[in-house]
């Protein structure tokens, strides 16, 4: 069964204009994380936000938000005031528990495309 | 700090051959995981070493194995390549899960390797 589902293949927004990113997870356990990637077409998986499963304030970094809703085991990242530089593939991840391999499991990704 | 550094960057080989790639990780994490990244695909992943074991193993088989080294350091090996080990590599590094530890990966830019 799929564990992240992210339902938005490509997403087109102008600059300045904010953003939402899809992401929904599956998972039995309790103890859990959720973790907002971007990736530029240089490859590399730049870490943006991360929410805990019993955190209770939705997380904030600068213009990410994640907004969180435990209940409808969504996690959608929103991205305020958009730029140029935030074109890039976007993945949703999920850790369940916390014993064994640091183990993540990603969505098939959204690609973000920001039009000037 | 130095961050997760990942050789070579691109590879061309043929159906049957083998490779090698190398992923230092960054300076004062002691966990190295690999993730297999096909064309237009969410991460996937392979295995993960701690101090010089593994500790974890996604579905992947036999034929991909690897190391770590005391330097924490650490090597992916693919044996048999197939057309469909065509894909992006990624290493990624993190200090042990502790109380202050989300779980997030630091990942470098990957190794690119085109199976023909």
């Known amino acids: ?116 | 700090e130095t961050g997760v550094t990942q050789s070579p960057t691109h590879l061309i080989k043929t159906r049957g051959q083998q490779v090698t790639l190398r992923c230092s990780s960054q300076s004062g994490h002691n966990t190295v995981s690999w993730y297999q990244q096909a064309l237009g695909q969410g991460p996937q992943f392979i295995f993960q070493y701690y101090r010089e074991e593994e500790n974890g193993r996604g579905n992947f088989p036999p034929r991909f194995s690897g190391l770590q080294f005391p330097n924490y350091s650490s090597e992916l090996n693919v044996n048999a390549l197939e057309l469909d080990d065509s894909a992006l590599y990624l290493c990624a590094s993190s200090p042990s899960l502790g109380p202050a530890n989300t779980g997030e990966l630091f990942f470098g830019e990957g190794s690119r390797l085109t199976v023909l």
């Open chain 1, 1 to 116: 069964a799929q564990k992240i589902t992210q339902t938005q293949p490509g997403m087109f927004v102008q600059e300045k204009e904010a953003v939402t990113l899809d992401c929904t997870y599956d998972t039995s356990d309790q103890s859990y994380g959720l973790f907002w990637y971007k990736q530029p077409s240089s490859g590399e998986m730049i870490f943006l936000i991360y929410q805990g499963s019993y955190d209770e304030q939705n997380a904030t970094e600068g213009r990410y938000s994640l907004n969180f809703q435990k209940a409808r085991k969504s996690a959608n990242l929103v991205i305020s005031a958009s730029q140029l530089g935030d074109s890039a593939m976007y993945f949703c991840a999920m850790r369940e528990g916390w014993g064994g391999a640091q183990k993540l499991v990603f969505g098939q990704g959204t690609r973000l495309t920001i039009n000037p």
